[in-house]
């Protein structure tokens, strides 16, 4: 998380890490409207990815989230998108890979994992 945060930063980004997600949960809580999107590993302590982006999804339904995973399987996409989550990459994506997951999904698109035909929320 450290080496996407750094070089989000260094992007331009404004980024604000957490390790834990019930940490993440509590700061999108207290200012919904301060973040344009979440990157969270779908296993994270305390709160699972899927469970954080749901209750995300919750508050803000067209929020932007991309989710990694060390290898991100069908089903786990498949789930992911009946809750509204666009974006999933790999967790040895590169960050280049990730942020332009990140950048398609604010402009109103698809993220590149997302299949042809997919709608974007």
Known sequence: MELLTL???????RVTGH??????LEAFL????????LVSDLSM???A???LAERLLRVRPEFPVVLTSGWVREEDETAGRAIGILGFAAK???VEEI??????????GTSPSTPPG???G
């Open 118 to 120: 997919a709608e974007a």
């Open 49 to 51: 990815g899927f469970e």
């Open 30 to 37: 207290k200012e919904p409207d301060a973040f344009d999107a």
């Open 92 to 94: 040895g994506s590169s």
């Open 99 to 108: 942020v332009r997951a990140i950048d398609a999904l604010l402009r109103g």
């Open 7 to 13: 070089s989000l930063g260094d992007l331009g980004y």
């Open 19 to 24: 390790t834990d997600a019930r940490a993440a």
């Open 45 to 47: 302590p305390h709160l």
